[in-house]
């Protein structure tokens, strides 16, 4: 699949409100715009939760990798709100969000740091304004983590 757009964390700043110590996404790349992106996290070796998770054994929590992936799915929901309102003209002056709803998750290999999560999020369904969407992890070619994610998400609102 092609690159459509190649988000950074200037525009992704823009689109979520998630800011530090809690963006877990760096970039996204819209592959298919409302549809797929895949998002990336650099597991920095230095990042404050290696202090209590696990101080003589690293392991990246797999709670922060299951919002790294709802981070991205909220850009990739967001960048097609806004790539649409410009369409016909309209701003949008927030940085909406969605918020986890449900998940089923599976953990197949932890994420140890100086890795780079590549985070695969592909919209399934939509009722209203909840969207399902199948999600993955991985580290390098290996797959980390899959499953799914429900995410309720102002972007489906019929305003």
């Known amino acids: 699949m092609n690159l459509l757009k190649k988000v950074k964390i200037a525009e992704i700043l823009t689109l979520i409100p ?20 895949k998002g990336y996290r650099y597991i920095d070796p230095h990042d404050e939760i290696f202090k209590g998770h696990f101080p003589n054994n690293p392991i990246f929590p797999g709670v922060l990798i299951t919002e790294a992936l709802a981070q991205t799915a909220a850009v990739l929901l967001n960048e097609e709100a806004h790539f649409k309102a410009n369409l016909v003209g309209t701003l949008i002056d927030d940085n909406r969000c969605g918020y986890l ?3 089923d998750i ?5 994420v140890l740091p100086h890795s780079t999560l590549i985070l695969e999020v592909r919209k399934i369904g939509q009722v209203e304004n909840l969207f399902q969407l199948q999600v993955r992890a991985f580290v390098k070619e290996k797959l980390v983590c899959e499953g799914k994610i429900s995410v309720s998400h102002p972007a489906g609102d019929k305003k």
């Open 106 to 110: 599976k953990f197949l290999s932890p």
């Open 18 to 37: 998630h800011r530090d110590p809690f963006l877990h996404v760096n970039s996204v790349d819209i592959l298919e715009r409302g549809k797929l992106a």
């Open 101 to 103: 709803a449900r998940t």
